[in-house]
């Protein structure tokens, strides 16, 4: 069973950056795609980015790519994500989420099997 625990979220001003870990388990680590998650009160969870075990595939959110960007280090089995020029509208509770290679969409919160507890990311504007 993966175990992810996500770390770095903080109160921070418009057009700033934030970058955000997700420490999982070893043992399963490699065997799982990677992606991130945001929950903004009364929305629904939005996909933001996800990568592959050999980070050779990444995706994002097309409102994010040009902003936000995911990158894992195997070794010390975390993933991050790095978000700059932050808007008051990215404030959201940010999960991180481990899906199996056979996940039919990595943007579908249903393909993911683990999930951290959140991380609290605020912009003030």
């Known amino acids: 069973q993966v175990q992810l625990v996500e770390s770095g979220g903080r109160l921070v001003q418009a057009g700033g950056s934030l970058r955000l870990s997700c420490a999982a388990s070893?043992?399963?680590?490699?065997?799982?795609?990677m992606g991130w998650f945001r929950q903004a009160p009364g929305k629904e969870r939005e996909f933001v980015s996800a990568?592959?075990?050999?980070?050779?595939?990444?995706y994002y959110a097309d409102s994010l790519k040009d902003r936000f960007t995911i990158s894992r280090n195997n070794a010390k089995t975390t993933v991050y994500l790095q978000m700059n020029s932050l808007k008051p509208e990215d404030t959201a509770v940010y999960y991180c989420?481990?899906?199996?290679?056979?996940?039919?969409?990595?943007?579908?919160?249903?393909?993911?099997?683990?999930w951290g507890q959140g991380t609290q990311v605020t912009v003030s504007s």
């Open positions: 989420a481990a899906a199996m290679t056979s996940a039919r969409s990595v943007s579908w919160p249903g393909s993911y099997d683990y």
């Open positions: 070893r043992c399963t680590f490699s065997s799982y795609i």
């Open positions: 990568i592959t075990w050999n980070s050779e595939n990444v």
